[in-house]
């Protein structure tokens, strides 16, 4: 009875050990494929729109898409989307509601998972340089510090004026696990950052 108990348990377990790795299977392969295709429609959108001068396009697309963030030290290239829940955050960046769209002035928020698209903020230095890439213009930032705060900080996302990124991840990089903090990068805007 009891070998026939411990037989069960290990292929209950060895299913459960499959299903999970088959779920992280599709939650990463999902996500690469989002990022795949949004990339492709945005530099569509962008090779296909008319002069600046000429159009007005809205802040972000219908479907939500903001643009794409890009740190090229660190080989870290993400789509962007309006929003900040956790299907947004399984495919995507998410912009923090409420804060500032790049080039209007005041802190544009932006935060995404510390396991998979902002991982290599672990490695992010001062003076390294993030471009922000929207349907209106390609906006640059220089990291100007680094810094980790409780979840409850929400301070970091308030507008002390000028035009500020703030990227916020969880931390430590490599916790398992809720993280009990979070990893904020401030940058400012490079003078005339804008090709």
């Not at 962007?80 to 544009?108: F, K, Y």
């Not at 220089?142 to 002390?160: C, E, F, G, Q």
Request: aromatic residues 8%; contains cysteine; hydrophobic residues 40%.
């Amino acid at each position: 009875m009891r070998k026939t108990m411990l037989k069960w348990c290990h292929r209950m377990l060895f299913a459960s050990a499959g299903l999970t790795l088959s779920y992280c299977g599709f939650v990463l392969a999902d996500a690469w494929i989002f990022q795949r295709q949004e990339s492709r429609c945005l530099e569509r959108q962008l090779h296909d729109k008319r002069p600046a001068s000429t159009i007005r396009l809205p802040a972000a697309s219908t479907s939500g898409i903001i643009g794409r963030l890009e740190i090229p030290r660190l080989g870290l290239s993400v789509i962007v989307m309006e929003g900040d829940g956790q299907r947004i955050l399984r495919r995507a960046a998410g912009h923090v509601p409420g804060t500032s769209l790049p080039g209007a002035p005041g802190n544009v928020g932006i935060t995404g998972h510390r396991d998979t698209f902002f991982r290599p903020l672990r490695n992010i230095q001062r003076d390294d340089i993030i471009t922000f890439t929207t349907l209106q213009d390609e906006y640059s930032y220089r990291v100007v510090s680094t810094r980790v705060v409780t979840p409850n900080n929400v301070a970091v996302l308030d507008s002390t004026g000028g035009e500020i990124l703030t990227l916020v991840t969880c931390h430590p990089f490599y916790y398992v696990g809720p993280a009990p903090n979070r990893f904020i990068v401030r940058a400012e805007r490079v003078a005339g950052g804008s090709t």
